[in-house]
């Protein structure tokens, strides 16, 4: 998943990852994630499909390669535990729901839609809070302002479970006999 996501996304998202797990129930789920920011709505359709197909006993591995940022990092963090991978300099950015457009209207209509923004935010830190392990008053204080991670910080903060590091470079001397050559 390598884009911003909005309806059209979500649902081809969601799309092949029924169709992945139709084919093979038994197999894993590897999603690589570089998700620079989505609508609220569409990527928890994400975050419940992916939640659905873990219920069911699909394995999900998620790894982010570059930036999961708002609900991006919240699909990173919903992958099954011990599965939750990130590349050394991947960033992360929680941060709290904001508006998908400017509040227009009565008085009365604005202020619906302030309380709703409110308990989606409380929503999100509750599932936040699911995924990490950490207490909703930490998460709420932590996303007064945009909240970014490290690597390591993501996996000290319950986010993801482990940074991918490069194997060492490896070479065995291997000696090939190429026979007897005669001029």
Do not use: H
Not at 3 to 11: G, P, V
């Amino acid at each position: 998943i390598a884009q911003y996501i909005d309806d059209e996304a979500s649902n081809s998202i969601i799309s092949s990852l029924l169709y992945m797990q139709s084919e093979s129930d038994k197999e894993d789920i590897k999603l690589y994630l570089n998700i620079p920011g989505a609508n609220l709505r569409p990527s928890l359709a994400i975050y419940d499909a992916l939640s659905e197909l873990k219920a069911d006993g699909c394995k999900i591995a998620t790894t982010n390669i570059a930036l999961c940022a708002g609900m991006g990092a919240l699909i990173a963090g919903v992958g099954t535990k011990g599965m939750r991978y990130s590349l050394p300099n991947a960033r992360f950015l929680l941060q709290k729901t904001g508006m998908d457009q400017v509040f227009r209207g009565q008085a009365t209509d604005i202020a619906l839609e302030v309380r709703n923004v409110k308990k989606w935010n409380e929503k999100i830190n509750g599932e936040i809070s699911k995924v990490t392990g950490q207490p909703t008053e930490r998460i709420d204080n932590d996303l007064k302002r945009d909240f970014y991670l490290s690597s390591e910080e993501a996996v000290r903060y319950g986010l993801i479970d482990e940074v991918l590091l490069p194997m060492p470079n490896k070479r065995q001397s291997i000696s090939v006999d190429l026979g007897s050559f005669q001029s």
